[in-house]
């Protein structure tokens, strides 16, 4: 085991698209979407075997930090940084590099979105391994996801030249990333073989992720160096504020990956899926004779309807007649409606909401 | 004006397709569904210029005694007839005919369910007055509504030969009555001109009702008597519950109606809507631009939706993506979706409900 190897939790997202369940109070990955443990807490599950609890960082927004703290009771305060706010993830990943930076200098570190589902872990677990080991030789390394479907909801890696196997996972370098294609690029990408979906899961020293910022984000950087020399101070909080107010908002992707040189990729199948939407959802859960996949502790009451999710809180009824493919999600103060194939679409209520100034539904 | 004319509005359905806002505590007479007023408030106000609050009656269950007279200020207790449990309307009509006839055995009474909307009212009442005329020539008369559709949810009149015009309406005596007939024949009827549907609405001398129930009736004319016997007496309560445990479960329309002579309708167009589903009232709402009809207190984002009935309760958000032709009801314990093509099948939610004995929802 690699006494150098972190794990950063990016525990940051609001996961709009899981509205009304996901609420700013209350984000995706603090739920219990998927199965009986929170996402957060299957993340740090699927990485512990690996990576001890000691080592496992979660950068989430400072009022989410006593919910972390219940969810992972093993958890010390002092592996908690606290992000005034969002800013996308250069900055997150670039504050949990010093972070890691100041203990290890050495470190490899992880970065894992608290979001995700990943139905084998130990598959995940050795691709993080092999992962870590092309990181040591200062690569940038993301997981390449093999695609099911020319998805045009995700960014996609074109692998170039081959590169030695790794704990036998091969390895390639990384020759473009593209950012949500058209449906006729994408298809075109899946039907080549070469592609990937870039699943947000990146391998890399701590000392090199630096570096990049420095060279491509020089801003960022600046501001990251102000913090670090406060961060053991009692300061540490007004001066991560003040910055956080000036960093570039910009994300990992877009700010170092589509920049920097030696990027690899290393593809696994490792029955992946970001829950990006009700729909996404409800194709992981198991389903009644009818296709229906009901949750909650309320009532259903189905009468001829098919291939439906369907939550009810505890104390609510809900009764359908007559539906195929839909989603219903039925909160104690707000209730979603929509076919599954506008599961997407329902950021634009929570774009709606915030438009009509409706905070307490958020 | 008739002084011997009476009105009885029976008030003792349960609107099981108007769940879930209708429910065995509050149903669907006694709510605002249509407009400001509830429908039994309307239905009085309709009678009203008519006949005086004082010979206006009210059938209706033990339970929702004072509610009626909450909702009818200037009615008299003395004009509550409380049904022990719902009987159908043959003894809800003969009960409410013994005690007008104890009063008054000159009597005409109008017969009235509590949850019709007429838009018409002016002309509903010159039709009434016309029946009444008809019905103090010893004719038992229904009104005849012009059916709009071939609807296979109403029962319809085939009209025979033609009466003397009363108050300038025609007048008809009745050859069939035909209960919910399928679509084909429901067709025809439209096509004929000749039938009209059969609305609930009768008017008749209290002693021919009487005569004819004893006629056809002889084992509910049994208990009326005994019940009439004890109705000035402490002994009321006590012998109307053990009669109403045993008189037939049956409706005037196959009691009574389909077995008498001398039965006449009178046809009138006046805006009639029995609003008997959540179709059925959308369509008598005023609708936005998208066809969409929002009601209650609650907060609806409708998104790239149509033709789409929302009722929010206070405090609830109620968002929909992508809908076109839906109910969607949202109460504060329980919701009901389904197509408005459904609507009729609503009726199966509460039959679900009893089944799974989750009377809280009833």
Known sequence: MNQHLYAVIMAGGIGSRLWPRSRTGSPKQFLDLVGSHTMLQDTVRRIEPLIPVERILVVVGEEHAETVLEQIPGMSRNNLVLEPEGRNTAPCIGLAAVVINKRDPEAVMGVFPADHRIADAARFREAIAAAAGLASDDYLVTLGIAPSEPNTGY???????????RDRFEAYRVQRFTEKP????????????????????????????????????DELYHHLRTVAGAWETDRRREVLASAWQQV???????????????????????????????????????????????????RPVLLDTADTYVYAAAGRLVAAVGLEGFVIVDTPDALLICPKDRAQDVRDVVQALEEQDLQQYL
């Not at 073989?193 to 630096?210: A, C, D, M, P, S």
């Not at 910009?250 to 990956?257: A, E, Q």
């Not at 199948?269 to 296709?291: H, I, K, Q, R, Y």
């Open 248 to 298: 570039p908002v910009v994300s990992i992707d877009f700010g170092i990956m589509e920049k920097a040189d030696r990027v690899a990729t290393i593809p696994v199948d490792m029955g992946w899926d970001d829950v990006g939407n009700w729909a996404n959802l409800s194709d992981l859960l198991e389903s009644d004779e009818e296709g229906n996949v009901v949750r909650g502790q309320g």
């Open 182 to 217: 058209d449906q006729e690029t994408a298809r075109s990408f899946v039907e080549s073989g070469e592609y990937y979906w870039n699943g947000g899961i990146f391998v890399w020293k701590v000392t090199r992720i630096l570096n990049e910022i420095q060279k491509h984000l």
């Open 155 to 165: 960014g996609y890696i074109h692998r170039g030249e081959s590169l030695d196997q």
